[in-house]
């Protein structure tokens, strides 16, 4: 089984300023992790997914994620953010492999104010 | 870009009635699943379906919920008897072999 911890339920931070949502996780197994991105009243957005290779992962909209096997984390990033990244982000973890669940953390409210 | 699709988008529901919530899946995805968020709350997985059957269920998933494929296209939830505390967005999800999650819109659903 895996789980997926998300320490920071609020991050406020001014626009174009950096940003970085910590994620940690917890697997007997091998994983694969993503980042989803959830706006008010709205579905689930894939930002990014790691599955294997390199730790470095690029999404959409200018995010990225580093996969660091040893600390057990998957943070996301952001060198700049504007005011329409406000949202919640979801860390998700799922054991490699075709057809395993998804295991959401609690999320990160990310308010980016002027 | 594929998608899956979910109907309705919201549905309110009297305490005590069952209702069905609808998602047509990617085509060539093999498999199928269903997630729950409470407002407010994380989202939660409740079951996963492959080669027309049960492959995992969460401890949510109990006696009142049920999952069907009744044709080629179609995976629906069933809860039977709704309680004030399924009121929820519902996500289905899609995915492929090795992967390919694809998350529909969700349906909300309001039980009074």
């Known amino acids: 089984a895996q789980s997926v911890t998300q320490l920071d339920s609020q991050v406020p931070v001014f626009e174009e300023a950096p940003v970085e949502l910590r994620c940690n996780y917890s697997?007997?197994?091998?994983?694969?992790l993503f980042w989803y991105v959830q706006y008010p009243n709205q579905g689930l957005q894939l930002l990014l997914k790691y599955l294997s290779g390199s730790t470095l992962v690029k999404g959409i909209n200018g995010f990225e994620a580093e996969f660091n096997k040893s600390q057990t984390s998957f943070h996301l990033r952001k060198p700049s953010v504007h005011i329409s990244d406000t949202a919640e982000y979801f860390c998700a973890v799922s054991g490699a492999g075709g057809g395993n669940k998804l295991t959401f953390g609690t999320g990160t409210q990310l308010k980016v104010e002027l | 870009e594929p998608e899956v699709t979910q109907t309705p988008s919201h549905q309110v529901t009297q305490m005590g009635q069952e209702v069905i919530l609808r998602c047509v899946p990617i085509s060539n995805h093999l498999y199928f699943y269903w997630y729950r968020q409470i407002l407010g709350q994380k989202v939660e997985f409740l079951v996963s379906f492959y080669n027309n059957e049960i492959s995992e269920k969460s401890e949510i998933f109990d006696d009142q919920f049920s999952v069907e494929r009744p044709d080629g296209s179609n995976f629906t939830l069933k809860i039977r008897s709704t309680k004030l505390e399924d009121s929820a967005m519902y996500f289905c999800?899609?995915?492929?072999?090795?992967?390919?999650?694809?998350f529909g819109s969700g349906t909300r659903l309001t039980v009074v």
């Open positions: 999800a899609s995915s492929e072999l090795n992967y390919g999650y694809t």
């Open positions: 697997s007997s197994v091998s994983v694969y």
